[in-house]
């Protein structure tokens, strides 16, 4: 069983085009987040939520829109895409929120943009 | 703002050899994470650390924080092909009374058969 999981897992769009990664966690766990991986592999925070309340906004353009329709879901809208959108998004939770939990994540969304 | 620094970017190793990688810190580390990344997939969880001096083991990777709790190092003893991947190391990090984490460039390992 995936304990998280995202869809789609390759995502090939043209630029200027809104698309939606989803991303479903079987774990019971309170908080989840979504990461953006560059080509250089950086991984980098862009949004957590806490019982489907944002928690972390880090200064993502605001063409990226989470949603949170309960605990167990945390969807990534992205309307207008851009080149410099391309990168590996990862969905990851963990139990509760604070600094000594383990995230866990998901396979990762290669998002390529044309 | 807190950086991790892991050390060296990139390592290639004949199987059966041991190796380290490290991860520093300027600042104190309250809660440092070990994570391993294969291509085309996520972050696998390996081990948390908190305490300084504090290592743990699992399989032939041991991770250890050290006292000042400004560095972790991981070892992996008689590597195998099995091993390779992207190793990353993430810390704990308050910002505006939220919490993160905050990952290194990540390792990335090669074993040679």
């Known amino acids: 069983d995936t304990a998280v999981s995202q869809t789609p897992k390759y995502l090939v769009t043209q630029m200027g085009n809104d698309k939606s990664i989803k991303c479903e966690q079987n774990?019971?766990?309170?908080?989840m987040y979504w990461y953006k991986q560059d080509s250089k592999k950086f991984l980098k925070i862009m949004f957590s939520?806490?019982?489907?309340?944002?928690?972390i906004n880090e200064t993502v353009p605001n063409r990226f829109s989470p949603k949170s329709p309960d605990k167990a879901h945390l969807n990534l809208h992205i309307n207008s895409l851009e080149l410099g959108d391309s990168a590996v998004y990862f969905c990851?939770?963990?139990?509760?929120?604070?600094?000594?939990?383990?995230?866990?994540f998901g396979d990762g969304t290669r998002l390529s943009i044309l | 703002s807190q950086e991790l620094e892991q050390s060296p970017q990139s390592l290639i190793v004949q199987e059966g050899k041991n190796l380290t990688i490290n991860c520093t810190s300027s600042k104190t580390l309250y809660g440092l994470y070990w994570y391993k990344q294969k291509y085309g997939e996520g972050l696998i969880f390996l081990m948390m650390l908190q305490k300084g001096g504090e290592e743990k083991s699992h399989e032939k990777i041991t991770a250890k924080l050290d006292e000042k709790k400004q560095q972790s190092s991981l070892h992996i003893t008689a590597s195998q092909p099995s091993h390779a991947g992207i190793y990353l190391c993430?810390?704990?990090?308050?910002?505006?009374?939220?919490?993160?984490?905050?990952f290194g460039k990540g390792t990335k390992l090669t074993v040679n058969p």
């Open positions: 993430g810390a704990a990090k308050t910002q505006g009374g939220s919490e993160k984490l905050v």
């Open positions: 939520y806490n019982n489907k309340e944002l928690i």
């Open positions: 990851a939770s963990s139990q509760v929120y604070g600094r000594d939990q383990p995230q866990h």
């Open positions: 774990l019971g766990h309170d908080t």
